[in-house]
C-alpha cells in the first residue's frame, strides 16, 4: 500500500511560475520519499521546465491545465468562469481524494474561494482562516486569522483559536500552545466589541490554553504561541512585519559597508549575523495552511522561490501523518454534541418553568 502523501502543486501560480515551482517540486521529491507531486499546468510548459533537472520520475505527475488565474481577477468570477484553471484543476483532485494536498503561490482570494467552493469546509466549520508562522525572539508563532476574513464573530476567534493550537501543537511541536488574542492592553475590559465578546469564550474554552490578550509590541517576544485575531488586523500585523524586517535589514547592510572599519567589522560577525537573520527567512517556514477546508490548502508567497515552495510541499507530509483534519473534526465533534446538551438542558427547563407556571394558574 502507498502511504505516501500525494501533493497538487499550482505550477502557474506566482510571480516566479512555473520556472521557482517545477524546480521546489523536484528539489521536494530529491530530498524527501514520502512525497509524490502533481504539478497543474499548462503541460508543454511544465514539462520544458521539469526536462532541465534529475528527479524520481515515478513520483512526479502533470496534470494539464489550459487556464491561469491571475491576481487581477476577481475571485468568485475567475473559479466559477475558469473550470480548467491550475488553481480549479488542482483543488478538485483534493476533493476526489486523489490528493492529501494543494500548494500555490497564486491568487489568495481565489485559493480561498476555490477552497470553500471545490474542496468544501469541514462540517461545522464556520470561517476558514488562514495560519501565518512568523519568527518571534524564541521560536514562531502562528498568526491566524492572517488575511481570509476581515470581518469576523466572536464564535469565528474561537475555532481559529482550537484549530491554530491544533496545528501548532501536532505540526509545528509546540506542547500545549499558549493562546492569546490580540488586544490594546492586556487588561480584559480593554479592546473593541469583538475583542470584549471573544475573551471570556476563549477564557471558557476547555480545549485550548488561553493566556489573555497580547499586544502588538510583545508579538516578536513570543508572548504566544497562537495569536488569535480577525483577518483585517491580522494582515496589518503580517505586512508591517514584513516591511519592519525588510528595512531594518538593508539599514544593517547600508551600515555595514559605509567605511573600511565597518566593512571589516561585518566580516567578523558575519557567520553570527547569517545564523540570526536566517530565522526571519520567511522560506524556511514554508507556507501558511488555510484551516477548516477538507484537505489542506497552504498558500505560499507570491514571490516564492523553490525554497519556500519545496518546504511547503514537506510540510504537508507532517500535516496528513499528524491527522490534522481529523483531530479537528473530532474536537468540533465535541463541541456540537456539548452545545446539543446545553440546547436539550435549556429546552427541558422551559418546559418544566412553563408546566409550573401552568399548574399555578
Known amino acids: 500500500m502507498n502511504n505516501n502523501t500525494v501533493v497538487v502543486v499550482d505550477a502557474m501560480g506566482g510571480d516566479n511560475a512555473p520556472g521557482e515551482i517545477v524546480k521546489g517540486a523536484v528539489d521536494a521529491v530529491n530530498k524527501n520519499d514520502k512525497v509524490e507531486v502533481i504539478l497543474t499546468g499548462i503541460e508543454d510548459q511544465v514539462r520544458a521546465e521539469l526536462e532541465k533537472y534529475t528527479y524520481p520520475k515515478e513520483r512526479i505527475s502533470i496534470k ?13 468570477f475567475a473559479i466559477k468562469k475558469k ?22 503561490a497564486g491568487s489568495t482570494g481565489a485559493l480561498l474561494v476555490g477552497g470553500t467552493l471545490v474542496a468544501g469546509r469541514i462540517r461545522g ?34 475555532q481559529f483559536a482550537q484549530m491554530g493550537s491544533i496545528y501548532m501543537e501536532h505540526v509545528v511541536g509546540v506542547k500545549n500552545p499558549r493562546v492569546s488574542i490580540v488586544n490594546i492592553g492586556v487588561e480584559e475590559e480593554k479592546g473593541n466589541a469583538l475583542v470584549k465578546e471573544t475573551f471570556p469564550l476563549l477564557k471558557e474554552c476547555s480545549s485550548i490554553h488561553f493566556t489573555g490578550s497580547i499586544e502588538a509590541r510583545e508579538i516578536p517576544h513570543g508572548g504566544a504561541d497562537v ?18 524586517g525588510a ?22 560577525i ?11 527567512d520567511a522560506s524556511q517556514y514554508g507556507g501558511a495552511p488555510m484551516l477548516g477546508l477538507n484537505g489542506l490548502v497552504v498558500k505560499t508567497h507570491g514571490s ?58
Open 64 to 76: 494539464h491545465a489550459s487556464e491561469v488565474i491571475t491576481t487581477e481577477e476577481t475571485p468568485v
Open 247 to 268: 528595512v531594518l535589514l538593508s539599514m544593517i547592510k547600508q551600515s555595514m559597508m559605509s567605511s573600511l572599519r565597518s566593512k571589516i567589522g561585518a566580516l567578523l
Open 304 to 361: 516564492a522561490t523553490a525554497k519556500e515552495v519545496c518546504t511547503s510541499i514537506l510540510q504537508c507530509i507532517t500535516f496528513k501523518e499528524q491527522g490534522i483534519n481529523d483531530k479537528i473534526k473530532a474536537l468540533l465533534g465535541r463541541d456540537v454534541a456539548k452545545k446539543k446538551a446545553e440546547k436539550a438542558e435549556t429546552a427541558e427547563g422551559s418546559a418544566k418553568e412553563e408546566k409550573r407556571e401552568e399548574a399555578d394558574n
Open 125 to 158: 466549520i464556520e470561517r476558514t482562516p488562514i495560519g501565518t508562522l512568523i519568527p518571534t525572539k524564541t521560536g514562531v508563532a502562528l498568526l491566524v486569522d492572517s488575511g481570509a476574513n476581515v470581518d469576523c464573530r466572536p464564535s469565528h476567534l474561537v
Open 227 to 244: 495569536i488569535v485575531c480577525d483577518g483585517f488586523t491580522g494582515n496589518v500585523i503580517l505586512k508591517l512585519y514584513e516591511g519592519t
Open 270 to 280: 558575519k557567520p553570527a549575523l547569517k545564523g540570526t537573520l536566517k530565522k526571519f
Open 83 to 104: 473550470k480548467d484553471s491550475s488553481i480549479v484543476v488542482g483543488q478538485k483532485l483534493l476533493k476526489t481524494g486523489e490528493a492529501d494536498a494543494f500548494v500555490s
